[in-house]
């Protein structure tokens, strides 16, 4: 909700936000909202993405960058949704947060999205390492998206956050 806010809101801040949040009576209310909306951003696009920011956060791998561009000497040019960087910071794994809505049909033929999405990658391999997609079903069995960026190559760089993986079945079902 903090991501939608901040997009939807160019004078929101997420110092606004965590200054409201301290007026909250609740200690407890407060405690567990901090670090949602002190990582909140206005650059995750869908609620997919901010899920699966948090996700990724939760099972101990580094912040991503978010809508990283590149451009291709062809001239196209491509966002990611996410991108992590080797330590010397060259691009290194791509990570795409993917509904299924893009390929239902709904926005046009699916196997044109399909072939579209497999030109976009073949462009972006210039660029990085590999690149991971991942769906919502992904994101809330947190196993599969944990070995699919490990796959990618990325390692968890700090423990994961138990407590918060446990209760995210329950809240995304």
Same mark, same amino acid.
């Given at each position: ?8 809101? +160019? ?10 949040? *301290?007026?909250?009576? !609740? ?13 909140? !951003?206005?650059?995750?696009?869908? +609620? ?51 509904? *299924? ?39 809330? *069995? ?32």
């Amino acid at each position: 909700m903090a991501d939608a806010a901040l997009r939807l809101d +160019p004078g929101l801040t997420t110092d606004i936000l965590c200054g409201v949040n *301290e007026t909250r009576r !609740s200690s407890r209310g407060r405690n567990l909202a901090r670090g949602p909306l002190q990582r909140a !951003s206005a650059l995750a696009e869908t +609620p997919l993405e901010s899920v699966s920011r948090a996700v990724i956060g939760w099972l101990g791998f580094a912040d991503p960058e978010q809508q990283v561009d590149f451009r291709h000497a062809g001239g196209e040019r491509d966002r990611a949704d996410f991108l992590w960087r080797s330590t010397d910071g060259r691009p290194t794994v791509i990570g795409e947060a993917d509904g *299924e809505i893009k390929y239902d049909g709904r926005f046009g033929d699916p196997v044109t999205a399909m072939r579209d999405q497999r030109q976009r990658d073949r462009r972006l391999q210039h660029h990085v390492r590999s690149i991971a997609h991942w769906c919502w079903a992904d994101v809330i *069995e947190y196993d599969s998206l944990r070995t699919i960026l490990r796959r990618a190559g990325l390692q968890p760089t700090e423990p994961e956050h138990g407590s918060q993986l446990a209760t995210l079945r329950r809240a995304l079902s």
